[in-house]
């Protein structure tokens, strides 16, 4: 999806050390760093995180992306406890790799 939405393989690579990365803008950075938060423990979200990400978006766009990020963080868990494969290929679900 993200190829989709222009970018590249190199933006992908960088999302590792996004926080250091040219590859990414300041306002693209905050949303990465609030989904990479919410992900870990949404109480690593700080208010210095929201008054950051407020310099970039409005407050309607700040809970849209805080649902979005939330929907695919439940559809990633339920998917994955229920072995449901969504890759779109034949492999096993098995043969995917645990981080």
Excluded: C, H
């Amino acid at each position: 999806m993200a190829k989709q939405l222009g970018y590249t393989d190199d933006d992908l690579k960088a999302l590792a050390n996004f926080a250091n990365a040219e590859n990414f803008a300041p306002a693209v950075k905050a949303a990465i760093k609030l989904a990479e938060n919410m992900t870990f423990n949404g109480r690593l979200v700080t208010d210095e995180d929201f008054a950051e990400l407020r310099q970039y978006y409005t407050e309607p766009e700040i809970i849209e992306l805080t649902s979005l990020i939330g929907l695919v963080n439940y559809f990633n868990r339920f998917t994955t406890t229920l072995r449901i494969d969504i890759s779109g290929t034949d492999a096993p679900y098995e043969s995917y790799p645990v981080d």
